[in-house]
């Protein structure tokens, strides 16, 4: 197989491909090293403070699962890197055993997560704005105040840890500031911190915006969009604040590993066996609650991988649907042998829907297309498919899968009615990952919206275009937000009446039937939300983190209709 244009063979995306990674928190033209770190920003984390003595020395005295809590912490505020990039890097480069490296883990996240609140509470405790001190200083009380408010670590040993810290790292001035705000911070505890700055009314128990914000450690803005998109969804009027805040509790949690075994290829049995539960959601799927996934059977060799489920169900659930009889793959009167299916991922990178895909298009004896724009995620989409026999460049007849490295809005003209499914899995706010990403709501912005959403529009006007009479688009946001999603498929829907959304709910139940038998189907538009308009309940579908225990993923299916 051989792409046109930009397309590459597999292991060699082509220099064209621009980083315009919005997904996930990603800013155009970013680069970011193995370390997740942004290339050349140099010191643009501001005036930093280091103590005279080497860095070996210091090292010495720091406590090493703090340390690495505290580097992974610097390197998100300094440069904006990855939090889950950068920590297994400090994990492996301080050698911490599994109970520190757990202990570092819950340092970074906690902190991370909670910043909304700890600030808060910082904000009272020093005697300037918060932004004028040196971040290293700020990273450090964060830290503190997770360790004294968040978790269970005795006040001496957060204190004493901390300012040990700060002294080794930073230096003796800052360290004696530490040391006065951590007292400060010591004089309450969290509930009596919380009734102090985010106090709910005594006579309703209801809490304002600003009070969740700080009881929640989100920002009000993300709190009014999730709110919305409840809303939006149907979700009862009465008891929809509880709900909201257990939605934002949902994303203050760790999640559990999800893991997935690509069809034909991985086997879930000797997960199982090393510890690992079966997935209740999603078929071969298993959850790991014990420590470092990377270990387990298959997973270095990629057959196993780890994916959220709610992503595994809408490349499922995309594969599932019947293409109409225009499209390839279907017998046509005569009964004579059809092309096989051809499949495309619009936006891949970094992969994991890609590889499911891949696997899933090899059972079906379909060809998938990985379309990623930005050069290094594409080598992450080659990475992930790499478990799957049959790429571009092997020596394997077939070539299942082929990787063009390009701009997705280009595709639809360049290849017009070529593919019989395509996924647009959008870049977005990745509002519905905030329990992955503890960084990422403090960095996106409500001004993200605009240039996100006239993209998420292109690519899908691109999808449509590329898209055969009778093929299949599944568009998937990690995103809740009205505007990336329920909105989206309306003005879609108007732009291109020759689509017709289908019953989406129906196919993801038809690839995890315990959706339906719990009693939980994903959400849709409800009648009177003004989000409904050209939709049915069931044919949009929203899963939801405190309800499914998946990230907050959107999915809405549609058919071109034949002509
Ligand atoms: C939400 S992520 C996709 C996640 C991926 N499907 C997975 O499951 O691993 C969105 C991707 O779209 C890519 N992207 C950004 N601009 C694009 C464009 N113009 N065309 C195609 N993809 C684009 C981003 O670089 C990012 O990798």
């Not at 298959?298 to 293409?323: F, H, N, W």
């Amino acid at each position: 197989m051989s792409e046109q244009g930009k397309s590459r063979r597999s292991g060699q995306p082509g220099k064209s491909g621009q980083d315009q990674g919005q997904g996930q928190g990603q800013g155009r033209n970013e680069r970011r090293n193995d370390q997740g770190r942004t290339r050349n920003r140099g010191t643009s984390g501001g005036p930093r403070q280091y103590s005279a003595s080497a860095p070996s020395q210091r090292r010495r005295s720091a406590d090493p699962s703090r340390l690495a809590a505290f580097e992974t912490l610097t390197a998100v505020s300094r440069d904006d890197a990855y939090a889950n990039l950068v920590l297994p890097g400090r994990i492996a480069a301080h050698r911490l055993d599994k109970r520190d490296a757990g202990f570092a883990t819950e340092l970074t996240y906690g902190a991370l997560r909670g910043q909304g609140f700890y600030d808060a509470v910082l904000a009272t405790c020093v005697d300037r704005p918060l932004d004028q001190l040196d971040r290293p200083v700020l990273d450090a009380l964060r830290l503190g105040a997770h360790q004294l408010l968040g978790m269970r670590v005795p006040s001496h040993a957060a204190l004493d840890s901390t300012v040990s810290l700060v002294r080794d790292q930073i230096g003796a001035g800052p360290s004696g500031l530490v040391n006065a705000v951590l007292r400060k911070v010591t004089a309450r505890d969290r509930e009596a911190w919380l009734d102090q700055l985010a106090p709910v009314d005594e006579q309703t128990g209801a809490a304002s915006d600003a009070a969740l914000a700080i009881r929640h450690s989100h920002p009000q803005w993300i709190i009014r969009a999730l709110r919305q998109s409840l809303a939006n969804h149907g979700r009862p009027a009465e008891g929809r604040t509880a709900e909201l805040e257990a939605l934002l509790e949902a994303d203050n949690a760790a999640p559990v590993v999800n893991l997935v075994a690509l069809p034909g290829l991985g086997d879930l049995q000797p997960v199982l066996e090393a510890g690992a539960e079966p997935g209740p959601l999603a078929p071969g799927s298993a959850l790991y609650r014990d420590g470092d996934a990377g270990r387990l059977p298959g997973v270095k060799e990629g057959t196993i991988r780890v994916q959220d489920v709610g992503s595994q169900l809408t490349a499922r659930a995309l594969a599932v649907v019947p293409v109409g009889s225009a499209a390839s793959g279907t017998q046509g009167a005569s009964g004579d042998a059809v092309a096989p299916e051809r499949w495309l991922d619009l936006c891949a990178g970094p992969g994991g829907k890609a590889a499911l895909l891949a696997a899933l298009a090899r059972e079906q004896g379909a060809t998938l297309l990985a379309n990623e724009p930005a050069e290094h995620r594409a080598r992450l989409v080659e990475n992930a498919l790499a478990a799957v026999p049959g790429g571009a460049s092997s020596a394997d007849a077939g070539n299942t899968w082929s990787i063009r490295c390009g701009d997705g809005r280009d595709l639809g003209a360049e290849q017009p009615e070529a593919f019989d499914r395509i996924l647009v899995d959008a870049p977005c706010t990745g509002l519905g990952a905030l329990r992955r990403r503890p960084e990422s709501r403090w960095r996106r912005q409500p001004s993200d919206l605009g240039p996100l959403t006239e993209l998420q529009r292109q690519l899908l006007d691109s999808a449509v275009e590329a898209l055969k009479p009778g093929g299949v688009l599944g568009y998937v946001t990690c995103s809740p937000h009205p505007a990336e999603t329920v909105f989206q498929v309306q003005d879609v829907l108007k732009r291109h009446p020759g689509l017709e959304l289908l019953d989406t709910t129906g196919y993801l139940t038809t690839v995890a039937p315990a959706l339906k038998d719990a009693g939980s189907e994903p959400t849709a538009p409800a009648a009177d939300s003004g989000a409904n308009s050209g939709t049915r309940p069931g044919n949009t579908s929203q899963l939801w983190p405190h309800l499914h225990a998946t990230d907050a993923m959107f999915m809405a299916l549609f058919r071109k209709v034949e002509s």
